[in-house]
């Protein structure tokens, strides 16, 4: 991934979140919280994660919404 732009990345975390493997979502949720991600895109599809049939893609997805919303990660 170190050739793709930032949208790029994101746009890529973001269809691994949709992922049918658990370890892929989580792994991309953690990824999400890392410099240069647009919180404002990554926002609607970590918000459906909240639904997540698997517990700890739930959890991870609020903690990472909860970074992305404090003032040092905008």
């Known amino acids: 991934m170190s050739d793709a732009t930032p949208r ?5 975390l973001l269809r691994r979140l949709r992922s049918d493997d658990e370890a892929i979502r989580v792994h991309a ?3 999400l919280t ?3 991600i647009d919180a404002v895109s990554a926002r609607p599809v ?3 994660a909240l639904n997540d049939t698997d517990e700890s893609v739930r959890k991870l997805a609020a ?4 970074r992305l919303a404090s003032p040092e990660q905008r």
């Open 29 to 31: 949720a953690m990824r």
């Open 34 to 36: 890392g410099p240069g």
């Open 63 to 66: 903690w990472v919404l909860a």
């Open 46 to 48: 970590l918000t459906e």
């Open 8 to 12: 790029e990345r994101l746009e890529k």
